[in-house]
C-alpha cells in the first residue's frame, strides 16, 4: 500500500489526465501506454478565449490540435459570410493534414468558447515518428483511415447521397475512430 | 465530440485579446527585445553564466522528458537525474580525476625545463629532416633567432599568469553557479514556454510553436552533438595517444575533447598540443607522423560516424556560409562566438523558411486553385 502511495507522489496526475485524453483521440487508437507517453511530451499547451483564431483559412499548416477542454469551431469562407462546418469538443482534433505537408488550410479554427489545446508541431511529430516505427505505422495508418473516410464521404456527397452509411469505411469498424469525429447532419 | 453542423458566421477576431488601450504587440515586443539585448550588452559575463547553464540544461533535457513521458512529475525528475549525475560524477572523480591530477603535476614540475627539452627536440627534428633532405635547411631558422622567439613567448605567458590566476574564482564560481542555474531552467522550462505562449497573439501561435520547436531542436541536436563527439573524440584521442606512448595521454584527450566543441579549429588546437608533447617526449619525425595520423583519423571518423550518429541529420548549411559563419562569430565574441555561430545560423535559416512560407500562400488561396468546386469533406484542414 506504502508503495503505491509513493508511487501516487511522483507521478504527474494533470499529465495522467492529458494522457488519458490522449489515448481517447482516434488518431492515437492502438498506441500503449509508453508510445503516448512519448508523444505527450512533444505537445505544447495553450489558452483561448471565445472568438479567438487558432489559425486561418489558406495559411500553410504546422501543427495537429487537440481540444483538452472547451469547444472549437471550424468555420470556411463563403462569398458572404461564413459556413460553420462543424463544432468540436473535448478530446476532438483539427488540422490533422498538417502532419502530412505544409499545404494551405481547408477551413478556419476559431475558439467557440474558453478553450484549452494541446498543439503537436510537424517536425517533432516526424522527429517522433524516425525512431519509433510501430507508433509511426499506427497513427498512418489511423491517419488514412480517416482520410479514407473523408474522401467516401466526399463521394457520397458529390454522389448526392445525405449520409453515409455505418460500416462504409473502415475507420467505423473501430469505436472511436475519427469518422466519427465527422458530422452526419 | 461534434456538435451538429448549422450556418452561422462568428464574431471575426484578429486573435489579440487586448484592450483598447494598450499599444500594439509589436511595440511591446520591441521593447522586450531592446530590453533583453541592453541586458546583454551590460552583463555579458552573467549572460554568458547564463548561456552555459542553459547548454547543460538541454544536454540533460533529454532524459527529464523521457521520464515525464512515464508520467513522473518534472521536478522529482530533475532531482532524481541531477542526483544520479552527481553520484556518477564523483565515481568518474575518484578513479580518473588522481590520474589527471598527477599528469598535470608532472607538466607543472616539468615546465620549467620546457624550453630547454623543446629546444633539444626541435634541433634534433631539424637535424633528422636536414639528414634527410639537406634542401630543406635553409628552411630553417638558426638556433638564436628561435631561442629568442620561445624565450618571448614563454615571457607572455607568465605575464598572463596572475590574468589567468585572477579568473579561477570566476571559474570555481561558475562551476557552482551553472549546475544551480540549470537545475531550476530544467524544472521550470516547461513553465516558461507555458507563459510565453500564453502571452503570445493567438493567431501567430501556430508559426511562433514551429519557431519554437526548430530553435529547441537546432539547439538541441547541436549541443548533444558536441558533447557526444567531444567525450568519444577525447577518449579516443586518450586510448590512441596512451597506445603511441606519448605522455600525459588523459590530459591530452581532455584537451583534445574540449577543444574540439570549436569547429574547424578545434580539432588543430588538440593536435597541435599532443605533437608539441610528442615532439618534447621522442624527438622523432616518425612518431610524430603517427601522432597526426591519429588525429586526421580521428577528423574522418568523427565526420563520417561520429557526426552522423550525434547530430543526426545534417543542417543542411552551405559549407561558405557555414565558414563564413564561424569566422565572423569568432571575429565578434572569440571561441565562444566561434562555438554558437552554426546554430545561430542554423536558427535564422530555418526561422527564415517558417516565415517565408507564410507568404508563400496568400490568404484564400484555394479559391483560386481549379478543383476548388470539388465538394469537399466537413473539416478536413
Redesign the interface.
Known amino acids: 500500500m506504502a508503495r503505491w502511495r509513493w508511487l501516487e507522489q511522483?507521478?504527474?496526475q494533470e499529465?495522467?489526465l492529458r494522457?488519458k485524453l490522449l489515448g481517447t483521440v482516434p488518431l492515437f487508437a492502438g498506441l500503449s501506454r509508453?508510445q503516448l507517453?512519448?508523444l505527450?511530451?512533444k505537445f505544447?499547451?495553450?489558452?483561448?478565449?471565445p472568438?479567438?483564431?487558432?489559425?486561418?483559412?489558406?495559411?500553410?499548416?504546422?501543427?495537429l490540435f487537440i481540444?483538452l477542454a472547451g469547444?472549437v469551431?471550424?468555420?470556411r469562407?463563403l462569398n458572404e459570410?461564413?459556413?460553420?462546418?462543424?463544432?468540436?469538443?473535448?478530446?476532438?482534433y483539427?488540422?490533422?493534414?498538417a502532419l502530412i505537408d505544409?499545404?494551405?488550410?481547408?477551413?478556419?479554427?476559431?475558439?467557440?468558447e474558453p478553450s484549452r489545446l494541446l498543439?503537436l508541431?510537424?517536425?517533432?511529430f516526424e522527429?517522433l515518428m524516425e525512431g519509433q516505427r510501430t507508433l509511426a505505422i499506427q497513427v498512418m495508418g489511423n491517419l488514412l483511415k480517416t482520410?479514407a473516410g473523408?474522401?467516401r464521404?466526399?463521394q457520397s456527397?458529390?454522389n448526392g447521397r445525405n449520409s453515409m452509411m455505418v460500416g462504409q469505411t473502415p475507420a467505423t469498424d473501430k469505436p472511436g475512430m475519427a469518422s466519427?469525429?465527422?458530422?452526419h447532419? | 465530440m461534434i456538435e451538429g453542423r448549422s450556418i452561422k458566421t462568428p464574431e471575426l477576431s484578429n486573435g489579440s485579446n487586448s484592450a483598447g488601450l494598450m499599444p500594439p504587440p509589436s511595440i511591446i515586443w520591441a521593447l522586450v527585445v531592446a530590453f533583453v539585448a541592453l541586458i546583454v550588452y551590460l552583463s555579458s559575463d552573467f549572460v554568458l553564466l547564463l548561456l552555459m547553464s542553459a547548454t547543460l540544461a538541454y544536454l540533460i533535457n533529454p532524459i527529464v522528458k523521457i521520464a515525464e513521458g512515464a508520467m513522473i512529475k518534472r521536478r522529482v525528475a530533475v532531482a532524481v537525474i541531477y542526483l544520479g549525475i552527481g553520484v556518477a560524477f564523483v565515481i568518474t572523480a575518484y578513479f580518473v580525476f588522481p590520474r589527471l591530477r598527477a599528469e598535470v603535476n608532472t607538466l607543472s614540475s616539468n615546465l620549467p625545463f620546457f624550453s630547454q627539452r623543446f629546444d633539444e627536440a626541435v634541433d634534433a627534428l631539424q637535424n633528422e629532416v636536414v639528414a634527410n633532405y639537406p634542401a630543406a635547411d635553409s628552411l630553417f631558422t638558426t638556433r638564436e633567432v628561435r631561442y629568442e622567439k620561445l624565450d618571448n613567448f614563454i615571457e607572455q605567458q607568465v605575464a598572463d599568469l596572475p590574468g589567468l590566476l585572477s579568473h579561477l574564482a570566476t571559474i570555481v564560481l561558475a562551476g557552482v553557479l551553472i549546475p544551480f542555474f540549470s537545475y531550476f531552467f530544467l524544472r521550470d522550462s516547461r513553465r516558461i514556454v507555458q507563459f510565453v505562449l500564453d502571452r503570445l497573439p493567438a493567431s501567430h501561435i501556430e508559426t511562433s510553436v514551429a519557431v519554437w520547436c526548430e530553435i529547441d531542436r537546432s539547439v538541441g541536436r547541436y549541443l548533444r552533438g558536441l558533447a557526444i563527439e567531444g567525450i568519444v573524440v577525447g577518449t579516443a584521442a586518450a586510448l590512441g595517444l596512451a597506445i603511441l606512448g606519448v605522455n600525459y595521454p588523459l590530459l591530452l584527450g581532455v584537451v583534445t575533447g574540449l577543444a574540439n566543441v570549436v569547429p574547424y579549429l578545434g580539432p588543430i588546437i588538440g593536435g597541435a598540443a599532443a605533437i608539441l608533447v610528442t615532439l618534447v617526449q621522442f624527438k622523432s619525425l616518425s612518431v610524430i607522423a603517427q601522432v597526426v595520423i591519429l588525429y586526421v583519423s580521428l577528423k574522418l571518423l568523427d565526420v563520417v560516424a561520429i557526426q552522423p550518429l550525434a547530430v543526426g541529420k545534417g543542417n543542411n548549411l552551405h559549407p561558405v556560409l557555414l565558414i563564413a559563419s564561424v569566422i565572423v562569430g569568432g571575429h565578434a565574441l572569440g571561441i565562444i562566438g566561434m562555438v554558437i555561430a552554426v546554430p545561430t545560423i542554423t536558427i535564422l535559416q530555418r526561422i527564415a523558411k517558417l516565415l517565408l512560407e507564410r507568404r508563400r500562400y496568400p490568404t484564400h488561396v484555394l479559391d483560386s486553385l481549379p478543383n476548388s468546386n470539388v465538394p469537399v469533406q466537413s473539416y478536413v484542414c
Open positions: 511522483v507521478t504527474d499529465q495522467l494522457l509508453r507517453g512519448k505527450l511530451v505544447f499547451e495553450r489558452e483561448y478565449l472568438g479567438e483564431t487558432i489559425f486561418m483559412e489558406g495559411e500553410p499548416g504546422k501543427a481540444i469547444r469551431s471550424i468555420c469562407a459570410g461564413e459556413e460553420l462546418l462543424a463544432t468540436l469538443t473535448t478530446g476532438g483539427f488540422g490533422e493534414l505544409d499545404q494551405p488550410r481547408f477551413a478556419s479554427a476559431r475558439a467557440a498543439i508541431y510537424r517536425s517533432d522527429d482520410l473523408y474522401v464521404r466526399a456527397q458529390r466519427k469525429n465527422v458530422s447532419d
